[in-house]
């Protein structure tokens, strides 16, 4: 998942049938004469990236009770007597012994989360059969045997950054962050189509990729617009799924995503405090029988890149996602390809290129103003009454905590001639 974070159809189908792997057919990276050879390798790149990220959710309690609940019980235990009596009596050890209670509080709604998305004989976590336990245990097991025991910082990292997404898009909580960010797009968006009321607005089909858990996508078909997400990472995929699609009455979920943060917190009920999802109920959007809300799941440049997705958007909305090409121009020429002659872009974002200094990744790195005039070069036409270059935004901030960062985006909007 290309994260922003810092470490702090009416049926919402997700198709899970465009590769994650680095496919044989992707831009030629790995060319072979075996076609079936190919496809094979791509299916086993597939289903092994499926199960680090399950892999991943599932280690969830155990890594964060290991190495960072215990581990500070321990600290404390280590204490002289007398600072130990000095820091019991400001109700630390309780704090931390109540984070260690909402800890396996996130791990049962992970697990659900997993359970909805996950493939294969994963038995029902709330089952009290047992056959969860035994499932679990086999599961670790054939993961020790293929070597892959630990699961990498990276991926719990990408775990906490998905509990704060849910805040960010399907919480009250998360309201001002989603206005600051998602407001000026759908305002330019409703300006662009203003001439066109609401419920005759099904047949104008609107594009988000990178579109994470859903939210923008989501709000975008509220205006009476088609919509579809697209999203490549697994991490997202699970929990946009679980979101859409299993949530019966708003506030059902309750999550405690800041639990793991112990810098920068003001106070403890800070630091524990629930937040409910979602905001609002998925399936009870003003237009389902005009507008389709969908959501795709695979590599942008794969999907919409492609012959059948040609000319075929009257809209594409980024947010937050440009930086995440490697190329941007790659990204720009399959927006080209997929908008019918004068279709809209609307883009919002900062520029935290994701593959900056990666090891093993190519990258191309562009200032806002070369990225500015890079769009008019590929044929775009910018539209320069709209272009605003500081808008404040945070991104999956924690309110309360005593550091915030702040991203200074810019908003462009541009059109494919007629």
């Known amino acids: ?61 155990t890594f964060i009770l290991n190495g960072g609940i215990y581990r500070r019980l321990h600290d404390i235990d280590q204490l002289s007597e007398r600072h130990r009596d000095i820091v019991s009596s400001l109700g630390t050890i309780d704090k931390i012994k109540s984070a260690e209670k909402l800890v396996r509080e996130n791990y049962k709604f992970l697990l659900d989360l997993v359970y909805l998305s996950a493939v294969g004989e994963m038995p029902d976590p709330s089952d009290s059969s047992g056959d969860f336990k035994q499932w679990h245990k086999s599961f670790v097991e054939s993961r020790v045997r293929a070597g892959k025991t630990i699961v990498k910082n990276s991926f719990m990292e990408k775990v906490l950054s998905t509990l704060k997404q849910f805040v960010r898009d399907w919480s009250a909580e998360g309201k001002s962050e989603r206005e600051q960010t998602y407001g000026p797009i759908m305002q330019a968006l409703e300006a662009e189509f203003a001439d066109i009321a609401p419920e005759a607005r099904g047949g104008i089909k609107v594009l988000v990729p990178g579109a994470g858990l859903g939210r923008l996508a989501f709000d975008i078909c509220c205006r009476g617009f088609s919509c579809q997400g697209n999203e490549f990472s697994y991490f997202m995929l699970f929990a946009s799924n679980f979101i859409l699609n299993k949530s019966r009455v708003v506030n059902q979920h309750t999550i405690y995503p800041f639990v793991h943060q112990f810098s920068n917190v003001a106070t403890a009920s800070d630091q524990l405090r629930a937040v409910c999802i979602p905001d609002v109920l998925p399936n009870e959007m003003p237009y389902t029988n005009t507008a389709d809300f969908s959501m795709s799941a695979g590599d942008f440049i794969d999907i919409y890149g492609a012959d059948d997705q040609k000319e075929k958007w009257d809209a594409i909305v980024t947010c937050f996602f440009m930086d995440t090409a490697n190329n941007v121009l790659a990204y720009l020429d399959t927006m080209w390809s997929a908008m019918k002659p004068g279709a809209v872009w609307i883009n919002l974002g900062p520029l935290l290129w994701h593959f900056d200094n990666i090891e093993g990744e190519s990258s191309i790195e562009l200032t806002r103003e070369e990225f500015i005039k890079i769009v008019s070069k590929v044929g775009f036409v910018m539209d320069e009454h709209l272009l605003k270059e500081n808008i404040s935004v945070s991104y999956t901030t924690n309110s309360k905590s005593m550091l915030q960062y702040t991203y200074h985006t810019f908003m462009c909007v541009a059109r494919k001639p007629e």
Request: aromatic share 4%.
């Open 1 to 61: 998942m290309h994260s922003h974070s810092h470490p702090q159809t009416s049926s919402h189908s997700h198709q899970h049938s465009h590769s994650h792997g680095e496919g044989c057919a992707s831009g030629g990276r790995h060319p072979s004469n075996d076609n079936s050879d190919c496809e094979e390798n791509e299916q086993e790149a597939e289903a092994n990236a499926l199960m680090d990220v399950v892999a991943a959710f599932l280690s969830y309690k």
